[in-house]
């Protein structure tokens, strides 16, 4: 499945750096997603965008800022977080971000570690 | 709100096994069931979908029927192989009046031995 892509795939930081995640979508879909997955939790969602537009946050500490340039472009931009930020980081897209029927296809994530 | 909830794993089974992994919903409204899988060290990828009630989704053997009077989405597989061995996540995503998120149960880890 190359539809989403993600760089880089693993990823070691300290706390005082500064990171920037990728995802890339070659699927025409104009709804792009942010999602943690951390062991023993349920899948987070971060982020949601519609037509470039963030249309969903769901309390993320201002330590993660996303950026979308565009529709098939989203970026996750990483500054001073805390060992509890290591984990994986899950993009996806979909074609719309309002109807049901609307699919998800996932990334395959970038495995973040803070040291 | 939206929740799924389901079975709890692990779940270890013999090669050519039968697999029933269950899940149920709640929701409001006319929802879609997705079934998702997670192998070892890589994203989530679509597994199977049904979009309405009494709908059959089905891929790569497995297959899980779309149940509004059980409010159920049960993923079942004949025979098990080695390669099933992943993490398998039921997904809801409710209409237009629930937004956009798609709600995720918590996952259920299989493994099959040969």
């Known amino acids: 499945e190359t539809g989403v892509t993600q760089t880089p795939r693993h990823l070691v930081m300290g706390m005082t750096n500064k990171k920037s995640l990728k995802c890339e979508q070659h699927?025409?879909?104009?709804?792009m997603y942010w999602y943690k997955q951390s062991a023993k939790k349920p899948l987070e969602l971060m982020f949601v965008?519609?037509?470039?537009?963030?249309?969903e946050n769901n309390s993320v500490p201002s330590r993660f800022s996303p950026e979308c340039p565009n529709s098939s472009h989203l970026f996750l931009h990483l500054h001073t977080l805390q060992p509890e930020d290591s984990a994986l980081y899950l993009c996806?897209?979909?074609?719309?971000?309002?109807?049901?029927?609307?699919?998800?296809?996932f990334g395959p994530g970038t495995r973040l570690t803070v040291l | 709100g939206n929740s799924v909830t389901q079975m709890e794993g692990p779940v270890t089974l013999s090669e050519e096994a039968f697999l029933t992994i269950n899940c149920t919903y709640t929701?409001?409204?006319?929802?879609?069931l997705f079934w998702y899988v997670q192998y070892p060290g890589e994203g989530l990828q679509l597994l199977l979908k049904?979009?309405?009630?009494?709908d059959k989704g089905s891929n790569k053997g497995f297959e899980a029927t779309y149940r509004k009077e059980t409010t159920s989405f049960h993923l079942e597989k004949g025979s098990v192989q080695v390669s099933d061995s992943a993490v398998y996540f039921c997904?809801?995503?409710?209409?237009?009046?629930?937004?956009?998120?798609?709600?995720f149960g918590e996952g259920t880890q299989l493994t099959v031995n040969p």
């Open positions: 996806a897209s979909s074609q719309d971000s309002g109807t049901s029927t609307d699919t998800q296809y």
């Open positions: 699927l025409g879909h104009n709804a």
């Open positions: 965008y519609s037509l470039e537009e963030r249309v």
């Open positions: 929701a409001t409204g006319y929802p879609s």
């Open positions: 049904a979009t309405k009630a009494d």
């Open positions: 997904a809801l995503r409710g209409d237009e009046t629930s937004g956009s998120r798609l709600t």
